[in-house]
């Protein structure tokens, strides 16, 4: 009971939600899509370029050990990630601080 006398006083959900553009809206979400591509290829090239070398240093040389792969690429992943770790961190909270600096321009 009281709580259905809460909601009767709430004013309509239309004044509380301002119109956001779509031109804004595409632009926060390009922002993210980038910031998320930066992010991920720092982790993830660093792999990929250790993996192409030992895939073809096992070409030339006709070893085919699984761990010979898989153990490189793991240690220059995490490598990558204590390195770089902190770079991301700041990426992610500048884009975070960006978005809610523009929390203003893009309500009104």
């Known amino acids: 009971m009281v709580g259905t006398l809460f909601l009767a006083r709430l004013p309509p959900v239309s004044v509380w939600v301002p119109n956001m553009s779509p031109e804004a809206f595409v632009e926060i979400l390009r922002d993210a899509m980038f910031t998320i591509i930066l992010l991920v290829s720092a982790i993830i ?31 220059v992943t995490l490598l990558a990630l204590a390195f770089l770790g902190s770079w991301m961190v700041q990426k992610l909270m500048d ?11 893009v309500i009104g």
């Open 45 to 75: 090239l660093p792999g990929l370029l250790v993996g192409l070398v030992v895939a073809v240093f096992q070409a030339a040389t006709s070893i085919n050990e699984q761990t010979m792969s898989f153990l490189p690429r793991l240690i």
């Open 95 to 105: 884009f975070t601080f960006e978005l809610i600096n523009s929390i203003p321009s």
